[in-house]
C-alpha cells in the first residue's frame, strides 16, 4: 500500500464557497478532531456557509491564533495579504487551495483581477509552505489550463489555455511544479472539470444555472449550438480525490479529476429538463444564444494517472448525480437565485 501522510492541521483556502464547504464536511466525517482554518474573503461565499459546524469560530486576530482539536477557525482575510498569510498559515499540515477567480467569463472581462487572484495569490500561498515548511499543497486547477486540445485531455497534453482563467490555472500548476522541484514543497495540482452536486447554490455553471431557472420559471439559454462537451464529475467523487491527494505521500504532481464521459450541453440540457419534469416543472423553454468567447469547444478528461497513483475512481453515474442535484435544490426553502 502507498505511504500515507499524517495530516492534523487543514488550512483551507476559499472554505466558505461551494466546494470549502463540502469539503469541510468532508473532513469532519473522516474525522471531526481535525483542526481546520479557513481564509476567505467572502467576496462569493458566506460565513454562514460553515454554520453547518456545531465547532465553528470566527477568529479576528491574525496575531493571536492557535490550532484546536474539533475547531473550524474562519480568517476573514484576503489571499493576496502576504504577511497576513504567513502568520495565519503558520503551524498547518496541508494547505488546500480552493481560492480563486472560478469563472471563464469573469476572467475574460476582466484578467487583471483574475491574474492577481489566481496568479500572485497561488504564489503567496506557495511563498507560506516554502517558509513555514507546510507538507502538502494541494491546488485547485482546472480542466481550462489545458485549455483547446484534442480530447480526451491529459497531464501530458501540451497546453493551449483560451482564457485568461485557464492561464492563470496554468500559471498556478508551473509555480507547484518549481516549489517541489526547487525547494521539495509537496504540491499537487487537480484539474477539476464541471463539478455539480449538491451545495451549488450560487454557481452559474450549466447544471446550478439551469436548475435554478428552470424553477424560477426562466428561460434557459444554451451558447452556440449546444454541440459543446463538457465533462461533469459529481461532488462526492471530487471531494473523495481532493482527499486522497492530500494523503498521499505524493509531490509535484497533476491530475485530470473528471469523470472520462463527453456530454454535450444539450444532452445534459435533456437530462435537466427530462428530471425536472418529472418533479412537476412543466413548459420549460430552452433557448440558442451566441457561442461565448474563451470556451473550449471539446472537453472531457483522461482520469488514469489519477485511478493508478491516487486510487481514485469515479462512483457517480450523471442520471442519478443529476437526479441528487435536482432534488437538493427542491430541498431549499427559499426562492434561489
Ligand atoms: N466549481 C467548479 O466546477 C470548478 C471547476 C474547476 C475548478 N474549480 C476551482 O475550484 C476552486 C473552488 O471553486 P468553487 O466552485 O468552490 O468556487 P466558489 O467561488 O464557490 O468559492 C471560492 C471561494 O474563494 C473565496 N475567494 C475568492 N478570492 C479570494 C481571495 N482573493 N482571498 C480569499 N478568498 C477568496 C470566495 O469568497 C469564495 O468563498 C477554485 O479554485 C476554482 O477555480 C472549480
Given at each position: ?5 499524517k495530516l492534523n492541521n487543514w ?23 481535525f483542526s ?57 499540515d ?244
Open positions: 500500500m502507498d505511504k500515507e501522510i488550512l483551507i483556502t476559499g472554505g466558505c464557497g461551494f466546494i470549502g464547504k463540502i469539503f469541510i464536511k468532508h473532513l469532519k466525517s473522516i474525522n471531526p478532531n481546520i482554518r479557513v481564509i476567505d474573503n467572502l467576496k462569493v461565499g458566506t460565513r454562514e456557509e460553515l454554520s453547518f459546524s456545531g465547532d465553528f469560530e470566527e477568529v479576528s486576530d491574525a496575531n493571536n491564533l492557535k490550532w484546536e482539536s474539533g475547531i473550524t477557525q474562519l480568517i476573514v482575510e484576503d489571499i493576496l495579504e502576504y504577511n497576513k498569510l504567513l502568520k495565519i498559515t503558520s503551524g498547518a496541508v494547505i488546500i487551495h480552493l481560492a480563486a477567480n472560478t469563472g471563464v467569463l469573469p476572467s475574460v472581462e476582466d484578467p487583471k483581477m483574475d491574474f492577481e487572484n489566481n496568479v500572485i495569490g497561488t504564489f503567496n500561498l506557495l511563498e507560506t509552505c516554502r517558509i513555514n515548511k507546510i507538507k502538502k499543497f494541494v491546488m485547485a486547477s482546472s480542466g481550462a489550463a489545458a485549455g483547446e486540445v484534442t480530447p480526451p485531455i491529459h497531464e501530458e497534453v501540451c497546453a493551449h489555455p483560451t482564457s485568461p482563467y485557464g492561464a492563470s490555472k496554468l500559471v498556478g500548476e508551473s509555480y507547484c511544479s518549481a516549489y517541489y522541484n526547487s525547494y521539495g514543497v509537496n504540491t499537487v495540482a487537480l484539474r477539476f472539470s464541471n463539478v455539480y452536486g449538491p451545495g451549488s447554490t450560487h454557481k452559474n455553471s450549466i447544471v446550478a444555472k439551469f436548475t435554478k431557472r428552470a424553477i424560477n420559471g426562466e428561460v434557459l439559454e444554451i451558447y452556440g449550438d449546444g454541440s459543446q462537451t463538457r465533462d461533469f464529475v459529481y461532488t462526492e467523487d471530487l471531494l473523495n480525490a481532493i482527499y486522497l491527494s492530500a494523503i498521499k505521500d505524493i509531490g509535484g504532481e497533476v491530475f485530470q479529476i473528471a469523470s472520462n464521459n463527453e456530454t454535450t450541453v444539450l444532452e445534459i440540457t435533456d437530462l435537466l429538463v427530462k428530471t425536472l419534469k418529472s418533479k412537476g416543472i412543466e413548459n420549460i423553454e430552452v433557448i440558442h444564444g451566441s457561442k461565448n468567447v474563451g470556451e473550449v469547444y471539446r472537453n472531457y478528461a483522461d482520469t488514469s494517472k489519477a485511478q493508478k497513483i491516487l486510487g481514485w475512481n469515479v462512483k457517480m453515474n450523471l442520471e442519478q448525480g443529476i437526479e441528487n442535484t435536482v432534488e437538493w435544490f427542491f430541498s431549499l426553502d427559499s426562492k434561489i437565485v
